[in-house]
């Protein structure tokens, strides 16, 4: 008796695991994204658990500006990605559908009693996420949460000038699909492997 019950539950479980991976393709990830009505994304909180990317200081994306040339207050940004799509570009050079990327926009400060000149991170200033979903015209979808909304609503291209710069720079000056692997070295090593860099790069 005890015996065909333990030997069941085996076969139930095996039964499920079996099933989510034949179902999905693969074994099931929850560390997508989360939308309310479809299409407003809902800020996910547990981002700084995810991979963390790389950090960029003060970039400004402005092809004219001489370098060192800003006057605005400087911002780190921290980028992070969700961690099965992680995994799975590290073995394609490529994103998986349902892939989920967070920057971080934080203020820099300097002239701290043990260091000087050096600087170092502080408040957030604003969110920015992108999700690469095939239900999207373009494939993938641009959200701006501001300073810490909890839903943003995904940026339309014909909205407005601000998102259809989002989508434009992405498209003709990232290296991998429309993120900027040129920036994530140790992204840009496995894309140079794999061969998925656009021409150019
Ligand atoms: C003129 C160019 C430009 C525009 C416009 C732009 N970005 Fe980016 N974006 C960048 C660059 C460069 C990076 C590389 C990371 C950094 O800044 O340190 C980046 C990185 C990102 C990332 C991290 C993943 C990746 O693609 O590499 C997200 C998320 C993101 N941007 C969202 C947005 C959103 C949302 C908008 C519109 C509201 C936007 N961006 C507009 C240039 C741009």
Redesign the pocket.
């Known amino acids: 008796m005890r015996k065909s019950t333990v030997s069941l539950s085996v076969a139930c479980l095996t039964f499920a695991t079996v099933s989510s991976v034949v179902l999905s393709g693969q074994p099931a990830a929850n560390d997508g994204p989360r939308y309310e009505n479809g299409t407003h994304l809902v800020r996910p909180d547990d981002y700084r658990e995810w991979t963390f990317?790389?950090?960029?200081l003060a970039?400004a994306?402005?092809e004219d500006q001489p370098a060192g040339a800003s006057t605005r207050p400087q911002l780190f940004?921290n980028?992070f990605?969700n961690p099965s799509s992680h995994r799975a570009f590290m073995e394609t050079g490529r994103w998986p559908d349902g892939t989920t990327?967070?920057?971080e926009f934080r203020r820099a400060a300097t002239d701290a009693e043990i260091s000087r000149t050096g600087r170092f991170q502080t408040d957030r200033v604003m969110l920015?996420?992108?999700v690469k979903d095939a239900r999207f015209p373009d494939g993938w979808a641009?959200?701006?949460f501001g300073q810490d909304d909890a839903l943003a609503e995904v940026?339309e291209p014909l909205a407005g000038a601000?998102?259809a710069?989002?989508i434009?720079?992405?498209t003709e000056?990232?290296a991998v699909e429309?993120?900027?692997?040129q920036?994530?070295p140790t992204l840009l090593e496995v894309a140079r492997q794999k061969g998925t860099l656009k021409p150019g790069f």
Do not use: D, P
């Open positions: 990317l790389s950090s960029g970039m994306y402005n940004q980028v990605v990327f967070v920057l920015e996420a992108e641009f959200f701006n940026a601000q998102v710069r989002c434009e720079c992405h000056h990232t429309r993120t900027f692997v920036f994530y």
